[in-house]
């Protein structure tokens, strides 16, 4: 039997965050609100730490509706029959992904309201936020959209982490080179930079793990993302 590599662990997570995807309402539901939120906090003066507590409170939800589904996926495999201990650990379960929801909603109130109440056009204003913040959003915009297009057009080919409708290493290689293009402003380093997102997309279709439309779709997403973030929004 081969032994599992660390790429292997990497397709067998991605390939759980996207099942959970795929199976569970509840689970769209939160992951569209995450990516909402981490898009909005681009219009607030957080503070490290403060978008460290919105990203906590975020990640505290998603896994708690992901431990709740693994269990209930589990209950389900060992009885189909009733059993009182079987509901209890459905309800538990349950309990601590409402605990996980209130949580957020507590740290999203605090984080939003006296910002949405002191100023009503704030929605309207520059982002106040640093370079860092900008590059770390918009990374994260680009990693859950490219999860979200794998859960919804995967069909089959490869691996959820190696393959499917969109590469998401085209994504992200064009993203970084938008970003360091717009903080570099320098045609060389345009030029360098992009030549090198190139290269990665090259060795996707190389190695049969992408088609090149989807590598193409990739470095679309991956650009458009990085402008939108520093130059429309920012």
Do not use: W
Request: aromatic letters at 10%; charged letters at 15%; proline letters at 1%.
């Amino acid at each position: 039997m081969r032994k599992k590599t660390l790429i292997d662990s990497f397709n067998y997570a991605v390939s759980g965050i996207i099942i959970a995807l795929k199976t569970e309402k509840n689970m769209r539901i939160h992951y569209l609100i995450a990516i909402g939120v981490i898009i909005l906090s681009l219009f607030f003066d957080f503070s490290r730490t403060e978008f460290l507590l919105l990203l906590f409170a975020i990640s505290l939800v998603v896994v708690a509706e992901m431990v709740n589904t693994a269990l209930e996926r589990v209950i389900d495999l060992i009885t189909q029959d009733y059993h009182p201990l079987a509901r209890l650990v459905k309800d538990v379960a349950a309990g601590a992904v409402l605990i996980a929801a209130i949580n957020s909603i507590i740290v999203g109130y605090l984080l939003f309201f006296d910002r949405l109440n002191s100023s009503t056009d704030i929605l309207f204003s520059k982002i106040r936020g640093s370079p860092i913040h900008l590059t770390f959003v918009a990374l994260l915009v680009v990693i859950l959209v490219t999860i979200g297009l794998k859960a919804k057009f995967y069909k089959g080919r490869g691996t959820h982490f190696q393959g499917g409708t969109v590469s998401g290493h085209a994504a992200i290689s064009f993203c970084i080179a938008t970003i360091i293009v717009f903080l570099a402003k320098n045609m060389l380093v345009t030029t360098l930079v992009y030549s090198l997102a190139i290269l990665v997309g090259e060795s996707r279709i190389e190695g049969k793990i992408h088609t090149f439309m989807e590598v193409l779709l990739g470095a679309i997403l991956g650009t458009i993302v990085g402008i939108l973030v520093f130059q429309i929004i920012g």
